[in-house]
């Protein structure tokens, strides 16, 4: 009677953990927008492109955006990155990248004297930070 309680005290260890490694299950891997959705940050973003066409080969001197002639082009991809938060510190950056950015541009990248104009397709069109206090009013 004790070698049968002492094999089955064995086996039972044995068993256990292989039991309870079987009914484990990994944790899930977060996904990007989980993470994002958690942290209360919010991104977006859009795409502008487009052919401009010139009849009879006709140039564009009156105009800002449309510089290049019977061609296609990437005018603008725009990305926003925010947290925006109802309570605390937040901000948001904007960022526009393509050819309308070299109109656009809000700060010149060579600014020696008798430096060239900027040829950058990348703008920062805004970026702040914001603090939002709570209510404290009793």
């Keep these: 009677m004790k070698k049968l309680f002492i094999a089955s005290a064995v086996s039972a260890l044995f068993a256990a953990p292989t039991t309870v490694l079987a009914q484990a299950k990994p944790a899930p891997v977060p996904t990007l927008d989980k993470v994002l959705e958690a942290s209360g940050i919010s991104v977006s973003g859009y795409i502008d492109a487009g052919y401009t066409y010139a009849k009879n080969g006709a ?45 656009i541009h809000s700060f010149p990248e060579n600014t020696a004297t008798g430096a060239p104009a900027t040829t950058s397709m990348f703008d920062v069109t805004q970026a702040f930070s914001c603090s939002m206090l709570a209510d404290r009013s009793p």
Excluded: M
Excluded at 74 to 79: A, D, I, K, S, V
Excluded at 87 to 101: I, K, M, P, S, Y
């Design 59 to 103: 140039g564009f001197t009156d105009r800002v955006f449309d510089t290049q002639q019977n061609s296609f082009a990437l005018n603008q991809f725009g990305l926003t990155v925010a947290k925006q938060p109802k309570e605390g510190f937040g901000g948001l950056v904007n960022l526009t990248v393509g050819r309308d950015a070299q109109s």
